[in-house]
């Protein structure tokens, strides 16, 4: 939901102040740690997507690891770039959403009721055969299943999904970020300078 959220923030940013100069105050350092995880996620995703069950076996053996890098540079990106209006609450996020993958090695577990609603069976297929990287379908073995993929975004909703606890921080995190710059005047910067 990050990606939604993220371009429907900028669009109201832009409507609201008729260009995108606004960019210009968000000033993110490391950005290249932010873009590091993504890739290494999107690359996972698309291996359990098209890879051979070998692949996804070995990908799913590995999933605690993976996650370990890609959450070590999520981390380090927010505390470059900590006093960045908003980023303290995507780290919340991060944190919360860490938790609940370590806790059950590498998987982040979704509960399936909205997919067997609305019968999803493409969803719940993938999720059965690990073609999601990272993700696993909620049993009663799952730690912290108040920190999983619990919350259903149901139609008519154009994207349906069923997201965390942690996916809701990050997401009012990146709104608070955007929506700070876009109303700060043109002399001002929106991380703070360190006196």
């Not at 055969?129 to 379908?137: A, S, V």
Request: glycine share 4%; with cysteine; net charge positive.
């Amino acid at each position: 939901m990050l990606i939604e959220t993220l371009l429907i923030s900028m669009l109201l940013a832009v409507l609201i102040k008729k260009s995108l100069k606004w960019i210009d105050h968000i000033e993110l350092k490391w950005a290249a740690a932010a873009f590091a995880a993504f890739f290494i996620e999107v690359v996972l995703n698309v291996v359990c997507n098209f890879g051979s069950r070998f692949m996804i076996d070995w990908v799913c053996n590995y999933s605690l690891y993976f996650q370990i890098v890609i959450y070590y540079l999520l981390i380090v990106f927010v505390l470059r770039n900590f006093k960045v209006n908003g980023m303290l609450i995507i780290g919340i996020g991060f944190i919360l959403n860490a938790a609940v993958i370590f806790a059950n090695k590498g998987f982040m577990p979704v509960d399936t009721a909205m997919g067997l609603k609305y019968n999803f069976e493409h969803t719940l297929y993938d999720l059965h055969n690990q073609h999601i990287f990272g993700h696993m379908i909620l049993n009663p073995l799952t730690k912290l299943t108040f920190l999983a993929d619990i919350i259903n975004v149901p139609p008519p909703y154009p994207w349906p999904k069923t997201i965390s606890v942690g996916d809701i921080f990050i997401d009012i995190g990146v709104v608070v970020m955007v929506l700070w710059a876009c109303f700060q005047k043109e002399n001002t910067k929106c991380e703070r300078k360190s006196v």
